[in-house]
């Protein structure tokens, strides 16, 4: 198959000047806050740098836009709660430089594809409406009105509302996750699929249906006094840096750490806390008690082979390693859960694991005295096929222990985009509960859809279908985050209108509908002044506290509109004056959003009142408190099977992973610093010994090819850089590798794309 079928679809293949350095055994430290500082000033005013420091996740202040890690509740460093890469996040949004009709009528569309993802960023902050008008090569301006209209328009004249798919990424405030909802469900469907679905749809899977509730148990309190904290399939350092932190003050009270990665990954070995200068001159803290190199995918053999262990020990001294107590009145399914355990036989578990029998015991003695238990995962587990299955497996062992629910245990999905949770609690989700849609009729009087919605791979395969043929986007980069890069651009194109609401250009506005709209919103920096006065949104954290976020800058441009307002723009201009919500209300001052929040939503009680408290609040979670919302009352053991997936003879399996200059798509910089990779994102990660096995050479350029079910998919032009990394195992960096993820590759049970899991071939390249 032709590798590059749609012309700027992906990124270009030219190579920017690869330079490797050493592997960093630690993270953060004065490198990391220079880093920052360093981003910052390249591309804020300095006053703006230094204003929008400190008021980075104070109470009060605003909610980073980078991941979703909570801010300590109780003090908070004076020095600033930020991180290098959450500073990275703001300048990348709080940029000087705008763009405008000047630029758009000098690059064509043509042309702007030809750059990179790197470059597209860089370009400045988009500061008006813009169209792009069919068969036109250049956006140009479009007056907010006109643009709502042609919205308007086109999807009233739909023969079916479900013809059109409306996206979300987790940046969304819950005021716009909410109002977006209701009126996407006004409108009439539920296609309302959600970078969720790429991300940590398997979690919420495999949390409902054992412990029933699809966010993680645990507070940040609890990883403080945590025994043993496991992190799985998740590079901190990276993705959620003061989360070392955490682990850090783990460690102080005399906590352990387990980390399970097929990569060596530098955050987790070490960390220098940059926010405790004493700390700095010792060198740091070492996090990691023991490592465990597993081989892609070979989680459950190893969660299995740990438990089998633990059996093994809790027969030699009954009553010593399980918690008898919690498993006979808390949760329903041990004997069959037990009955298949005994039927692995622990070697073949070794094996297909890749970890030693050596370590997988001494992780076993780890647990086995451990009565509190964390167990932290990301990405590494849910973009499984098996994803589903990994989190029940990890439920399993936490409730074997009975850890779960009490101080210092529980489970810890560590959420990637800032509100990316709350915008699911809140009514983001193709899938809703009929209870939910119930509450929407009753409060606002219209009936929702009952038939649920497209998910991502879906609603690509119903556009590329002609099933639907208009998408609408509250943030993200859809293109570029999906899998099946060459399919899903081809999907878009197949669109009458595609439209996206941004703060940024993206590779998104350039693989577009027939006509195109780009709606330039605020971003989480900027004052948000309506009628009312000056605005704050609210965000649900990765352990479920709700909190205020406030912009503190003067927006970059005049003619921009928050979320919530274009929103209710296109309501209004599709709903007309048969809604029943009346948007001007809800903009004029978003304490009327929550408050239709708070009548929807349970666990929103007082939201108004108690989201204001310095801070914020908890949303109930039944977990926490050992009430499972299962229909029996109880958790539930799972019985799973090992994988059985294999690669061919000569193929490698490829993991998709983020670099440390990256925010998903957005690409900040060129550096993979703690992985010593710089200046290039064209490279395959692979073990010495199959290099030379395979007769390759570090420093080559290959091809990468993924076979699928009969279908060939190339990625062109990678660099081969030697790597600690297991046999037979690859890493490559996303969105360049996403063309190789097959569409229909993904995890039983939640549909998130197997983005770990690709079998390639690797070529040299000619
Ligand atoms: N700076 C920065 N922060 C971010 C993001 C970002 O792009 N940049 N993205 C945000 C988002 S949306 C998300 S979802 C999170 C993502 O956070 P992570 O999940 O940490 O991100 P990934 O880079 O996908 O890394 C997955 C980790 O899992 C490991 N891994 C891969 N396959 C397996 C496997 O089969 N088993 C095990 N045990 N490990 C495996 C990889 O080696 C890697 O260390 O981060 C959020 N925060
Ligand atoms: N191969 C592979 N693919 C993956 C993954 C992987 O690990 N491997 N990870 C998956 C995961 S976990 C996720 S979450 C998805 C991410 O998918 P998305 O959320 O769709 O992607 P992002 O790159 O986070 O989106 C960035 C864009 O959002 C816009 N933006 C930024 N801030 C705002 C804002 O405040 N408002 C609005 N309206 N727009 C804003 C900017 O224009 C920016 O270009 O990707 C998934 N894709
Ligand atoms: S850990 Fe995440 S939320 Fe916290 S400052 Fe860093 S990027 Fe922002
Ligand atoms: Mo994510």
Known sequence: MDSRRVSGAQPPETFTGLKVGKIQDKAAGVKGVTTALGHASKYMAPGKAFKTMFKLNQKGGFDCPGCAWPDPDDERSKLGEYCENGMKAIAEEAQKKTIDRVFFAHNSIAEMREWSDYEIGKKGRLSEPLVLREGSTHYE?????????????????????????????????????????????????????????????????????????????????????????????????????????????????????????????????????????????????????????????????????????????????????????????????????????????????????????????????????SKKIIICWAMG?????????????????????????????????????????????????EAPKPAFLDKLKETFGFEPPRKHGFAVVDAIKAMHEGEASVFFALGGNFLSATPDTEYTAEALQRCNLTVQVSTKLNRSHLIHGKRALILPCLGRTDQDMQEGGQQFVSVENSMGVVHTSQGVLTPPSDKLKSEPAIIAGVAKATLGADSKVDWDKMIQNYDHIRDAIEQVVPGFEDYNQRVREPGGFYLPNGAREQKFNTPSGKAIFSVTAVPNKQVGDGEFIMMTVRSHDQFNTTIYGLNDRYRGIYNERRVVMMNQEDIVQAGLKSGQVVDLIGQYKGQVRTARKFIVVPYDIPRRCIATYFPEANVLVPIDAYAKGSKTPESKWVAVQIRMHE
């Open 381 to 429: 587990l849910t973009q499984h096929e098996n994803g589903v299955d990994n989190i029940r497996e990890v439920v399993n062992l936490l409730l074997l222990k009975g850890s779960i629910g009490k101080p210092g245990a529980g489970t810890c999905p560590v959420r990637g985009h800032s509100n990316v949770q709350g915008d699911r609690t809140v009514g983001i989700w």
């Open 141 to 369: 301006p479009i007056s907010w009105e006109e643009a709502f209209k042609m919205i308007g328009e086109e999807l009233r004249g739909l023969d079916t509302p479900d013809r059109a798919v409306f996206y979300t990424s987790g940046r969304a405030s819950n005021e716009a996750a909410f109002l977006y909802q209701l009126f996407v469900r006004e409108y009439g469907t539920n296609n309302l699929p959600d970078c969720s679905n790429m991300c940590h749809e398997s979690s919420g899977q495999g949390l409902s249906q054992t412990v029933g509730i699809g966010k993680g148990s645990v507070t940040l309190t609890d990883l403080y006094e945590a025994e043993v904290v496991m992190v799985i399939g998740q590079n901190p350092g990276t993705n959620h840096p003061r989360m070392l932190s955490a682990l850090e003050r783990c460690k102080e009270n005399g906590g352990k750490i387990i980390t399970v990665n097929p990569l060596p990954e530098a955050g987790l070995q070490k960390f220098i806390n940059p926010q405790r200068p004493g700390k700095m001159l010792t060198g740091g803290t070492k996090l990691t008690d023991l490592f465990l190199q597993v081989k892609i995918n070979g989680d459950i053999a190893l969660l299995k082979a740990i438990m089998l262990q633990l059996l093994h020990e809790e027969r030699k001294n009954p009553g010593t390693v399980f918690d008898w107590d919690f498993i006979q009145e808390k949760t329903d399914g041990y004997e069959a859960f037990i009955e298949s355990l005994k039927q692995h036989d622990f070697e073949d578990l070794v094996k297909a694991s890749g970890v030693s029998r050596e370590q997988i015991k001494e992780a076993a003695q780890m647990l086995k005295k």
